[in-house]
């Protein structure tokens, strides 16, 4: 999909190709809702690794509409995992730290997941200054 959204003759910027990425996730319809949540996911990390973490978050809670009903829980844990550590970069620690506990309560959870999440929760601890990890 990024090698589809670069393909273009001119040369293009990393947002610029991130943005067309997003936007080919969206149109494709035969793609079902936790395909494209997971790859507006894997876009999201490409937008905070390239210094915006507020479009990561913003892509995050698109992807986490997306799966809101569904029953991929493993998919939809990793994303509010990953969509809190974007949110408490922005400052919104106390939702954040809320997001990864709910999730870690969960005790269906997997180790991946679970690695996942408790990672997200040391970031945030760090964030807030909390060596203890709270």
């Known amino acids: ?9 001119k040369p293009v910027t990393v947002s610029e190709m991130l943005a067309r990425s997003e936007k080919l996730a969206l149109a494709r319809p035969d793609d079902s809702d936790e395909d494209r949540a997971a790859i507006l ?6 937008s905070d690794a390239s ?25 939809r ?5 990953h969509h809190a550590e974007r949110i408490a970069e922005l400052g919104q ?5 809320r997001a990864v ?8 959870l997997d180790h991946w997941n ?6 997200a929760r040391s970031l945030i601890a760090e964030r807030a200054g909390d060596a203890q990890g709270g």
Do not use: Q, W
Request: hydrophobic share 35%; with cysteine; glycine share 4%.
């Open 1 to 9: 999909m990024i090698s589809e959204a670069a393909s273009y003759k």
């Open 51 to 75: 210094g915006d973490s507020g479009k990561s978050a913003e892509l995050l809670e698109r992807a986490l509409a997306l799966v809101s009903h569904s029953r991929d829980s493993e998919l």
């Open 77 to 81: 844990t990793r994303l509010t995992c």
């Open 41 to 46: 996911g894997t876009i999201a990390e490409l």
């Open 114 to 119: 679970r690695s996942e999440c408790l990672n």
């Open 101 to 108: 506990t709910h999730e870690l309560d969960n005790s269906r």
């Open 93 to 97: 620690l106390d939702a954040a730290t």
